[in-house]
């Protein structure tokens, strides 16, 4: 099955620097790579994915890349603001897999210090 | 009901006691799945269902059974409950299919304790 390692476990920053979490899979058959934002005692939701095709896809402040042949994928968030403290999760999904499931990260904490 | 809703928010359960998650979306989404969140763990796959009738097995789905007989409905069964099985436990739904969308919506969570 798949196993996806996430970096750092914390994730300390000032307001306004940026902060990038950074993610490995396992196996190169998974295609689809979402990262969800939680805040304690809430739901964890989608902030931006992105499918093995494509090697970079942004959205305002946030952006994701992925190294296919490394099998590494990264969340970059650009002048960090309160609000972004959260804890962040990568995930894979295998193509093709019956499961269809997502295999997450163990997360990482990202604190924005003011 | 507006998106994926679940009950309880909260239980305290006896260990040995049968418990039953529930889980609703009213998107129509093909796809649903169970997953407990644990400290220190991230989210782990219980058990999946594609579409209405099917169900699969996920990373951790020992302990719990699931079924769905419509679309909409995907309860989470724990026959005797253990003091393991304590955790937060997400249902989610994803559209899945021809349309190559593939993201998850979670639900709000429910929050087990098992003594």
């Not at chain 1, 296919?68 to 403290?85: G, R, V």
């Not at chain 1, 995930?91 to 499961?99: D, I, K, N, T």
């Not at chain 2, 009950?7 to 039953?20: C, E, W, Y």
């Amino acid at each position: 099955g798949e196993n996806v390692e996430q970096h750092p476990s914390t994730l300390s920053v000032q307001e306004g620097d940026s902060a990038v979490i950074k993610c490995t899979y396992s196996d190169s058959a998974s295609n689809y790579f979402p990262w969800y934002k939680q805040e304690l005692g809430k739901r964890p939701q989608l902030i931006i994915d992105i499918r093995s095709n494509v090697g970079e896809k942004k959205d305002q402040r946030i952006a994701v890349t992925l190294n296919k042949t490394a099998k590494h994928f990264s969340l970059h968030i650009t002048e960090t603001q309160p609000e972004d403290s959260a804890v962040y999760f990568c995930a894979a999904r295998l193509a093709g897999g019956g499961a269809d499931g997502l295999t997450f990260g163990k997360g990482t904490h990202l604190i924005i210090q003011p | 009901i507006a998106g994926i809703t679940q009950a309880p928010t909260s239980q305290i359960l006896a260990a040995g006691r049968r418990m039953t998650l529930r889980c609703t979306q009213d998107m129509r989404h093909n796809a649903m799945y169970w997953y407990r969140q644990d400290l220190g763990l991230g989210l782990r796959l219980i058990h999946y269902s594609n579409t209405a009738g099917t169900t699969g097995k996920g990373e951790v789905p020992d302990g719990y059974s699931v079924s769905r007989a419509n679309t909409d409905d995907f309860p989470l069964t724990l026959a005797s409950a253990v003091p393991s099985q304590t955790s937060v436990y997400f249902c989610a739904s994803s559209p899945r299919g021809a349309s190559g969308r593939n993201e998850q919506f979670f639900g709000p969570g429910t929050r087990l304790t098992v003594l």
